[in-house]
């Protein structure tokens, strides 16, 4: 599932949300299936509803499903106001939901404007001072390694939000999930290679 915003309209509060999904029917028969979901506010209210596409696919057939809408009065994501929403995903084949899939995540419109020593990043068109750390993917405890329970990733990523940073450059490889999931919840820029 792939959650992103379309486009996003900073003096009007708005986003257009897209929901993107690959579906499999793995029946020996065709079903009607169709994708469409919900964005959710930190409250637990439905603040948008994504109208999806119908499909009719036969035996082990596979599309990419999508849903989209409009996400009014808007609340966008900054390293000073981490504000996540809950997305859930919905399938559905003939019409009776079958699978349902959360994703966490904030919206954020994100620019590079001017040159060297003049510009700088931009979050909903707000100058980003980033400063921050290099930090290895597989973020090493002492006597652990790199399997260590979620709390301790939220544990990792206040600590640097108590230094003052607001940036992680992930170093060799793409961090845990866990790791991105406590960056976006303590308002914290992440650059993740593709190793």
């Not at 119908?54 to 981490?82: C, I, M, R, Y």
């Not at 750390?133 to 709390?151: E, K, V």
């Not at 600590?159 to 999930?177: A, D, F, K, Q």
Request: charged share 20%; aromatic share 12%; glycine share 10%.
């Amino acid at each position: 599932v792939y959650v992103y915003p379309d486009s996003i309209d900073l003096a009007k509060k708005t986003a257009d949300i897209k929901v993107e999904a690959e579906a499999l029917n793995q029946t020996d028969d065709y079903a009607s299936i169709t994708l469409s979901a919900v964005v959710v506010d930190a409250d637990g209210i439905v603040r948008a509803v994504l109208d999806g596409n119908t499909s009719d696919l036969v035996a082990n057939q596979g599309e990419t499903f999508t849903a989209a809408g409009t996400l009014k009065d808007a609340h966008f994501w900054s390293p000073d106001d981490p504000y996540l929403y809950r997305v859930y995903s919905m399938l559905s084949v003939g019409g009776k939901v079958v699978d349902v899939c959360e994703t966490t995540t904030g919206f954020r419109q994100t620019e590079f404007k001017g040159g060297a020593g003049t510009g700088g990043v931009y979050l909903n068109d707000k100058f980003v001072w980033l400063t921050g750390y290099s930090q290895r993917a597989s973020n090493d405890w002492p006597g652990l390694g790199s399997a260590y329970p979620d709390w301790m990733h939220d544990f990792n990523a206040a600590l640097l939000r108590e230094s003052n940073g607001n940036y992680v450059r992930w170093m060799h490889v793409s961090p845990t999930r866990a790791d991105v999931a406590a960056c976006d919840k303590f308002g914290i820029a992440n650059v993740c290679p593709a190793g």
